[in-house]
């Protein structure tokens, strides 16, 4: 036989088992939540781009669960963990291969790259975060308007140190991760952020998204900000 009819019938072959073969996103997530009152509670991920689209679900057994699934291409999305009188925890991860470790209790994640970048940029400001709550309470507890001035301003000043904070933590993250879905999401927060407090026009976010990978610039969220 010869060699050009070999090519023939092998080269198309081999194709298609190279497209069939390529794997996909294929995630497993290992969760813990010891709290007694969610034990036999529902757990629901969502798609953070579009809330109504449930990825997966599953319920809390002896204190843990377990997610396993395969996407195209990874995703953020938001867990929860939902009891039947409605008490529930929430925590955003990034649906990526590997293996995703989510523990409720602590508020921690990790397992994977991306979900590590995530835990640390969510975790900015969380003592800032504390401190305002703290601040809240004390607000509401003053005995003269003096006092309710004071606990006002301060956690004013406060607020703007830990949105300062929150700010770079964005923009630290997407720098890193400026052609993955972590970082269209930490580009969504950035800019909602900072549009939020009047420093970012529809102009500068439209050249940002210009020269941006097609996974930030095709984000949903961002489009909607």
């Known amino acids: 036989m010869k060699r050009t009819r070999i090519y023939k019938y092998v080269l198309p072959a081999a194709v298609i088992c190279m497209a069939s073969c390529v794997s996909k996103n294929e995630y497993t997530i290992s969760g813990k939540l010891s709290d007694a009152a969610f034990e036999g509670a529902n757990v629901f991920i969502f798609n953070v781009e ?3 689209e449930k990825l997966d679900s599953t319920i809390v057994v002896d204190g843990a669960f377990t997610l396993k699934g395969e996407l195209e291409s990874p995703v953020v999305a938001k867990l929860v963990t939902l009891t039947t009188d409605n008490k529930h925890k929430v925590m955003e991860c990034v649906l990526e291969n590997g293996n995703i470790v989510v523990d409720l209790d602590e508020n921690q994640l990790s397992g994977t790259p991306q979900n590590e970048a995530l835990a640390q940029m969510v975790a900015t400001g969380s003592e800032e975060k504390a401190f305002m709550r703290e601040l809240y309470k ?3 507890a003053a005995a003269t308007e003096e006092e309710r001035k004071f606990f006002e301003a301060k956690y004013d000043s406060v607020s703007k ?5 929150e700010i770079a933590a964005f923009e630290k993250t997407y720098s890193e991760n400026s052609n993955n879905v972590l970082g269209a999401y930490a580009l969504y927060q950035l800019i909602k952020n900072k549009r939020d407090a009047g420093e970012i026009t529809s102009a500068q ?3 940002m998204l210009n020269g941006a990978a097609p996974v930030v610039a095709n984000f949903s969220l961002t ?3």
């Open 205 to 207: 976010v439209d050249s």
């Open 161 to 165: 140190i830990c949105i300062a904070k």
């Open 50 to 52: 579009n809330q109504s």
């Open 138 to 140: 004390e607000y509401f």
């Open 223 to 225: 489009q909607k900000v």
